[in-house]
């Protein structure tokens, strides 16, 4: 493409404006070789996430990105240096999914699947429209992440991009450390400063658990073909039995009751899940998503999801407690403060006395 001009730096306001997403995503690797060829610089504006994905699809170009973020009459301005923007792009988990949206959002909800997603973005809807949110669904963006592993690499993406993250995870997410100290840490907390309480929390959960015997086996077994041993053994009888042979894990509690499931840590177990909102981790309090709506009869997947918005679900107040929790506007506060002023004032339930 020739470029006619004696400048060496070039200005463009919104190039994207009336073209086909494809043709956005076309006009920016063009821009971005054009500037690459002619040694020029090019600055231009743009809400447009398909241009700046064309910008980013020239290898050897350096495209620095700047934020600008407007509150009443103040603005904050970020800039990410080209190196940052080149080393996010070549991750997939941000190339080939709509993370870059979230540049243009006011903040960016990570669930744990689109499922998720779709059911808290109606719930914002619904509260919005009833005037319970000040944060309007159009600032919003929900992004899945397919499981909780990848949370917090998402979230540290976002964040690098200078982008507002609020995470939203099944209350089992404290069932691995890892995992949840990762969040903590994407999330720009202080797990030296959580961990006295978390470890207070789930020490009813991780308990040693003492094995099964063959006999307990032969007993489940009887138990289930006993009653009938010259029947036939149906699909519903190996069901049956397969219900009495599994051993579920003290976890399954956190899903199936949520935060009722905690005893001798409940306090603990408060504290910490406050501190996690602080940060932006906010973990869904009935369990998982289906806690919502446990009265549905189709309990997972698309037909839960549909069933639930025609039920109105996403209108109930446990939901939208968890939705407000999620666009809180409030100043985040860091863990260390939060910590200091309550850790050493807390004692675990077993010293209590």
Known sequence: MPLVTPY?????????????????????????????????????????????????DAP???VSVVLLNRNKNQTQVRQLPAESVR????????????????????????AENERDCQFYAAALEAAYEDGKANVSPY???????????????????????GVNVVVSPDLDVLNDQRVIKALVAALGGDWDKIEKVYNAAIGEFVGPRTPRKNRDVLNAIQAVLGAAPDGPFT????????????????????????????????????????????????????????GFGREIQRRKGLDWLTDALTAQT????????????????REPQTTETRAEAGTEDFIPSEQQG
């Open 8 to 56: 060496q730096i070039i200005l463009i306001d919104e190039p994207e404006a009336f073209l086909h997403p494809p043709q956005a995503r076309f006009l920016g690797q063009a821009l971005s070789e054009m500037a690459l060829e002619y040694q020029v610089q090019i600055i231009l504006a743009t809400h447009d996430r398909n241009l700046l994905a064309g910008l980013l």
């Open 60 to 62: 050897e170009t350096d």
């Open 87 to 110: 080393e996010l792009w070549e991750d997939p988990a941000l190339k080939y999914t709509n993370m870059l949206d979230g540049l243009f959002h006011r903040l960016v909800v990570i």
């Open 139 to 161: 600032d919003v963006l929900f992004v899945p992440s397919s499981g909780k592993a990848a949370i917090a690499r998402l979230a540290g993406h976002l964040k690098k991009l």
């Open 235 to 290: 699909g519903e009888s190996k069901r049956a039995v397969n219900a009495m042979l599994s051993v579920q894990s003290p976890w399954t509690a956190l899903k199936d009751y949520g935060t009722a499931a905690f005893k001798s840590g409940a306090a603990a177990a408060e504290q910490l899940l406050q501190w996690l909102d602080d940060l932006g981790i906010c973990c869904v309090r009935v369990g998982e998503l289906e």
């Open 314 to 329: 996403h209108k109930k107040a446990a939901v939208q407690e968890h939705v407000a929790r999620l666009v809180a506007t």
